[in-house]
T-cell receptor, first 115, second 112 residues
Framework: NAGVTQTPKFQVLKTGQSMTLQCAQD?????MSWYRQDPGMGLRLIHY???????DQGEVPNGYNVSRSTTEDFPLRLLSAAPSQTSVYFC??????????????FGAGTRLSVL | GESVGLHLPTLSVQEGDNSIINCAYS??????FIWYKQESGKGPQFIID?????DKRQGQRVTVLLNKTVKHLSLQIAATQPGDSAVYFC???????????FGRGTSLIVHP
C-alpha cells in the first residue's frame, strides 16, 4: 500500500514556466488536498477536492489550478511560475467515514524552486 | 478568524529528557485537535488527537493535555529519543468542515 505518492520530489523552474505536480493515492479516498509549506508559515491550503469532478479553493489558491478527473489523482498546475511560489508542496488525502475523516495522510512533498 | 499557534519555534532537549511542545488556539468553540509529526524530508504524520470533552489523552510515550480555560494544549514526549527529532504541528479541526487549520510548527532537536 503506497499511500500518497507525489512526483517529482524536486523541481527547478524559471519564472514564467509552467508545470504540473502529480499526486496519486491508492486508499480510495474521496477527499484530497494540496498544501504549501513555507518557513515559519506552517501548512497553508491551496485547493481541495471532495471527489472526482469537484474542486474548491483553499486559503492561497492564486496562481494554481487543479482538476480531479479520477478518485486516485489530483494534479496541481502552475500556469506561470513566480518566485513567490518557491515552496514545498504537500498533497494529502483522508478517509470518508467516521474518525477517518479527521486524519490527513500526506505525501513526501515536492520541493519547488522558481528562479 | 481562527488561529493556531505554537509558543516556540525550536526546542532542544537531551536524549532521555521529557519534551513539552505547546500550542495555543484562539477560538473558544474549537473542540477537536490533532498533533502531527514531520520528519526531515517527509510529510506530516498523525500522532495523537484529543476532543474537548477530554483533558488528557495518552499514547505510546506521548501525552496531550488540553486546557480549555486558557485555550492551550501541549504535547508531552517521555524519554525523548533521537528519532523524535522532527517538526511538530498542532491542528484544529473544529467546525465540522474536516479541514484542519495548522499551527506554524515547533522544531524538536534531540541531542544524544
Amino acid at each position: 500500500n503506497a499511500g500518497v505518492t507525489q512526483t517529482p520530489k524536486f523541481q527547478v523552474l524559471k519564472t514564467g514556466q509552467s508545470m504540473t505536480l502529480q499526486c496519486a493515492q491508492d486508499m480510495n479516498h474521496e477527499y484530497m488536498s494540496w498544501y504549501r509549506q513555507d518557513p515559519g508559515m506552517g501548512l497553508r491550503l491551496i485547493h481541495y477536492s471532495v471527489g472526482a469532478g469537484i474542486t474548491d479553493q483553499g486559503e492561497v489558491p492564486n496562481g494554481y489550478n487543479v482538476s480531479r478527473s479520477t478518485t486516485e489523482d489530483f494534479p496541481l498546475r502552475l500556469l506561470s511560475a513566480a518566485p513567490s511560489q518557491t515552496s514545498v508542496y504537500f498533497c494529502a488525502s483522508r478517509g470518508d467515514r467516521g474518525q477517518a475523516k479527521n486524519i490527513q495522510y500526506f505525501g513526501a512533498g515536492t520541493r519547488l524552486s522558481v528562479l | 478568524g481562527e488561529s493556531v499557534g505554537l509558543h516556540l519555534p525550536t526546542l532542544s532537549v537531551q536524549e532521555g529528557d521529557n519534551s513539552i511542545i505547546n500550542c495555543a488556539y484562539s477560538n473558544s468553540a474549537s473542540d477537536y485537535f490533532i498533533w502531527y509529526k514531520q520528519e526531515s524530508g517527509k510529510g506530516p504524520q498523525f500522532i495523537i488527537d484529543i476532543r474537548s470533552n477530554m483533558d488528557k489523552r495518552q499514547g505510546q510515550r506521548v501525552t496531550v493535555l488540553l486546557n480549555k480555560t486558557v485555550k492551550h494544549l501541549s504535547l508531552q514526549i517521555a524519554a525523548t529519543q533521537p528519532g523524535d527529532s522532527a517538526v511538530y504541528f498542532c491542528a484544529d479541526l473544529s467546525g465540522g468542515s474536516y479541514i484542519p487549520t495548522f499551527g506554524r510548527g515547533t522544531s524538536l532537536i534531540v541531542h544524544p
